[in-house]
């Protein structure tokens, strides 16, 4: 039995039983295990991979440690942002302050490494001891002449979600003081693509054959100064809502561009998101050479697909994962593959994302919100899941327990995104559920029995 | 001209409470805790994670921001009791944070109200460590939770023929070497902590709550009772170790070691099993020593006067150097993160005493690292995987030991200690030098 503790117990459902809406959006319940982060991790997964950034951490060294190069966002240029910077503040700094040290620190670094802006996280202490962060970034800023802004994003105030909305804050900042002259009207901004693994440059390929301009991408192989025009563009286009819908907001209403949401995980969801930016621009010649790059790239495809989906249909899949858009595209992804959702869940839906969820699942799906390892593991075993999506922290819990697993990770080196994307997915999938090793394993003689 | 930076660009060094969450998970059926904000916990797993690769169970208190206001009480209380409830555990481990050591949690008083709320009830035993993250390194969290453990379990009692081996941060494989070791020589002793199972088990049938293995709690209990404790770690001489509360304290014999890493090293430490043991060292370890001074023999050109760079904590850089110098390498940088003096104090005696100078670096990052590397020069650099970025930079081999290893298999498995772990280490040192010279060849030689 998958024991839930009781303060959890409305953020577990089973499709088909009962149909009260989903608890969500909670701080995490202390105890529990979450697998998210905190609200420093939120600001720096979406700001880190702006690379011509400098990105220093104000704080003691762990939240600095354990974030060194932590994704696998390329840089078709600079790489300042794999670099990890931290005032490493020590007890005295915590008794008499840290400001001085932040600001010989940051000029010392701009000095150095000529960034095209600063951003400073503030860590949990940094509220709690008091400094003055955004006066130190305003006078630094001044001095050096380039935007140096603090990003509010103490871990205990929130969740992880709280700390992309303070990453937005300082796109926001960003946004609107550039020069947008010479951009086409046919111009868009990618949001929330991070290019793990060079993911932002296929989608951008894909628009330049659709005859689409990209302004900027935030954050996937951003640079500061395309940020700072990125108001020029006549539309945004958001993938994983969950961190960037807040940023798209705030450019509709300062700048009135208005966006669309969409996902590029799966031929369906990708091909829907190209026609969707196509018909926005209403341009008979955008459209015909969308209808084209989809028919060609699905050709391309779609035969070794295929090949996969003969030996991986009936295979049950559980999936757990940070914003619950990307859960909607690997449910379809995996249906085109032939196999079934068993086991849901995501760290940061909403309401209407677990309600979208509960529409397109099974019956007896086990739906969960920031689920904890021994809910995941549980629930996995129990559905008898054959594969399991998720990160790294989910990957050791499956292979313990003799189940596939799929990276769907901030550090993985394949790209999942676009129809390569659903190829590699595919293979990737098929590679894991497929391994002879799982024989081995004392679970293997025991499945179907549960 | 070096110029020094007021940051820290990439550190080479951790956060104390995840050397404190290692020695949690080196004790049976303990859950550590974290007492801070969420991520703590989850930024440590995944760390250890990506090291071990096996499931990592941490849990938080996880602060909100009326807690970090009112003080971490309630959340520290519902943390406790959803862990119980979920977990089961027959202890918690619990530790501070930089969060709730600033606003002043007092997490004593805090246990205490707790143990009252539930009194009358069994409940696990409760161990817990100061450990903000503004003060010192990961070891520091470390060697505290050690001292925490020994201080909360160490009793008086009939003296045991019994010894504990304070074996410090090294690998799962490490730890069962040692415990092979013990049985060798016939000694009845444990490790401390042992995480060879928590850290590096097998897989399951089903999911365990808490992994298992561990020192377990009647071994904890005889602490005060061993005759003996060998406690690995130059950076522990004259401090206030465990090694140095249970002598001080219960009359335990104190054995101050270096990490037994190299022959002149490793002989030392099975002299002093020797003694205690009352008998000569078993002819399987001979033997091992001798196989390693053949493959010394066989290998000595391909290293005499290569220079090395050495980097990670500091008690290990010590061992690793030792081994270096006896080998006829010159281990041009020694570096870590930490700064206690002892890395400076041991290496220039090592330095005096082989007559070659090395450069020195406590309180260094891997930036001073790339630094230093720039001018001297190394044939290799020695430590963790986060010196890979400067290994590809440079284009200089990495050999890989030690915490983390995150960029390939098997961390977790890798031997360092005795004649065993010295013989792969050194036939991997070689061969990595071999093979570097073969690629960079215009002929492809293939023999040596």
């Known amino acids: 039995m998958t024991r839930v503790l009781p303060q959890r117990k409305d953020q577990v459902q089973c499709k088909g039983s009962g149909a009260s809406p989903m608890a969500c959006e909670r701080h995490s319940v202390a105890g529990s295990v979450s697998q998210r982060a905190c609200v420093f991790c939120g600001s720096r997964v979406v700001l880190y991979p702006v690379v011509d950034a400098l990105h220093l951490i104000h704080g003691p060294i762990g939240c600095a440690a354990y974030t060194w190069d932590i994704r696998g966002a390329l840089s078709s240029g600079p790489d300042l942002h794999r670099m990890s910077f931290s005032t490493d503040l020590r007890e005295k700094d915590v008794i008499y302050g840290g400001e001085k040290k932040l600001e010989t620190a940051l000029l010392e670094l701009i000095e150095e490494y000529h960034p095209r802006a600063a951003f400073v996280y503030t860590t949990c202490i940094v509220g709690i001891i008091g400094d003055d962060v955004d006066a130190v970034c305003k006078r630094v800023g001044e001095r050096v002449g380039i935007p140096v802004f603090a990003v509010h994003s103490e871990g205990f105030k929130g969740t992880k979600k709280d700390g992309y909305r303070a990453a937005c804050d300082v796109l926001a900042k960003l946004v609107g003081t550039g020069d947008t002259r010479g951009i086409s009207p046919f111009s868009i901004n990618i949001l929330g693509d991070f290019n793990i693994a060079g993911e932002t440059w296929m989608i951008t390929e894909y628009y330049r054959r659709m005859g689409i301009s990209v302004v900027s991408t935030i954050t996937g192989d951003a640079r500061v100064d395309d940020i700072r025009r990125s108001h020029g563009a006549a539309l945004n286009v958001v993938q994983c809502s969950g961190s960037m819908m807040y940023l798209a907001r705030r450019m509709e209403q300062d700048y009135g561009i208005p966006f669309t949401r969409v996902s590029y995980f799966g031929m369906e969801d990708t091909s829907q998101a190209l026609f969707a930016v196509a018909r926005f621009f209403n341009d008979s010649e955008i459209l015909a050479r969308t209808s084209d790059l989809v028919e060609k790239e699905t050709a391309r495809v779609m035969e070794e697909i295929n090949q996969y989906r003969r030996h991986l249909n009936g295979k049950k899949a559980a999936i757990y994962v940070g914003g619950a858009f990307k859960a909607f595209s690997l449910i379809k992804a995996l249906r085109m593959l032939g196999m079934k959702t068993v086991v849901v869940g995501s760290q940061t839906g909403n309401a209407e994302d677990y309600e979208r969820l509960r529409a397109m699942c099974d019956e007896g799906t086990v739906i969960l919100d920031d689920s904890n390892p021994l809910e995941l593991a549980s629930f996995s075993q129990q559905k008898n899941a054959d594969l399991f999506i998720g990160g790294v922290k989910e990957r050791p819990m499956a292979y313990k327990l003799g189940m596939a697993f799929c990276d769907h990770n901030h550090s993985r080196k394949y790209a999942l995104a676009g129809y390569q994307g659903m190829l590699n997915f595919a293979k990737e999938v098929y590679s894991s559920v497929m391994s002879p090793v799982w024989k081995f394993s004392p679970r293997a003689g025991k499945r179907g029995a549960q | ?433 071999i093979a570097h010279e073969q690629e960079q060849s215009c002929v492809g030689y293939t023999f040596m």
């Not at chain 2, 004593?108 to 009830?121: C, D, H, V």
């Not at chain 2, 088990?201 to 003996?228: D, F, V």
Request: proline fraction near 4%; aromatic fraction near 10%; charge should be negative.
């Open chain 2, 1 to 433: 001209m070096k110029r020094n930076f007021t940051a820290t660009r990439n550190p080479c060094k951790l956060c104390a409470p995840l050397g404190a969450a290692v020695v949690y998970q080196g004790v049976e059926g303990c859950l550590p805790i974290l007492h801070g904000s969420q991520g703590c916990s989850t930024y440590i797993r995944r760390y250890f994670i990506n090291h071990f690769r096996e499931p990592v169970d941490i849990a938080s208190s996880n602060f909100s921001e009326s807690t970090a206001i009112f003080g971490g009480q309630s959340n520290l209380i519902q943390a406790l009791e959803n862990v119980l409830n979920q977990y089961e555990p027959q202890m918690i481990g619990l530790a501070t944070t930089c969060l709730s050591e600033t606003i002043g949690d007092n997490v004593s008083l805090i246990l205490n109200e707790f143990r009252k709320k539930y009194a009358g009830k069994e409940l696990p035993e409760i161990i817990y460590t100061s450990t903000p993250s503004y003060s010192g390194t990961h070891m520091d969290g470390f060697h505290a939770a050690v001292l925490s453990f020994i201080q909360h379990f160490a009793q008086e009692g009939p003296r045991l023929d019994q010894m504990l081996v304070l074996s410090n941060f090294i690998s799962p494989e490490d730890i069962r070497y040692l415990k092979q070791v013990l049985a060798d020589f016939g000694i009845d002793g444990f490790i401390f902590p042992d995480y060879s199972d928590t850290f590096d088990g097998e897989t399951w049938e089903s999911y365990r709550r808490i992994p298992e293995g561990g020192t377990t709690r009647r071994q904890l209990q005889s602490l005060g009772q061993c005759r003996h404790c060998i406690e690995f770690g130059a950076s522990l001489d004259g401090t206030v170790s465990g090694a140095a509360y249970l002598e001080k304290s219960f009359g335990v014999e104190r054995h101050g070691l270096n990490l037994p890493i190299g022959i002149n090293l490793t002989d030392r430490f099975f002299e002093v099993l020797s003694v205690i043991a009352g008998r000569d060292i078993p002819s399987k370890y001979l033997k091992q020593r001798g196989r390693l001074i053949d493959g010394y023999a066989d290998a000595h050109k391909y290293v005499f006067g290569k220079k090395a760079a050495v980097f990670g904590e500091e008690d290990f850089v010590i061992a690793l150097t030792h081994f270096l110098f006896e080998i006829g390498v010159v281990p041009a940088l020694c570096a870590t993160g930490s700064s206690t003096g002892t890395l400076r104090r041991e290496i220039e005696k090592l330095s005096n005493d082989y007559g070659h100078p090395v450069i020195v670096r406590e309180g260094a990052d891997f930036e001073d690292v790339a630094s230093d590397v720039e001018l001297i020069a190394p044939d290799f650099l020695l430590g963790n995987s986060k010196g890979y970025a400067l290994s590809r930079k440079m284009k200089v081999p990495l050999i890989r030991v030690g915490f983390p290893i995150h960029d390939r298999i098997g961390g977790q498995r890798i031997l360092h200690l005795g004649y065993q772990g010295t013989q792969s280490l050194f036939d991997n040192l070689v061969n990595t030098l």
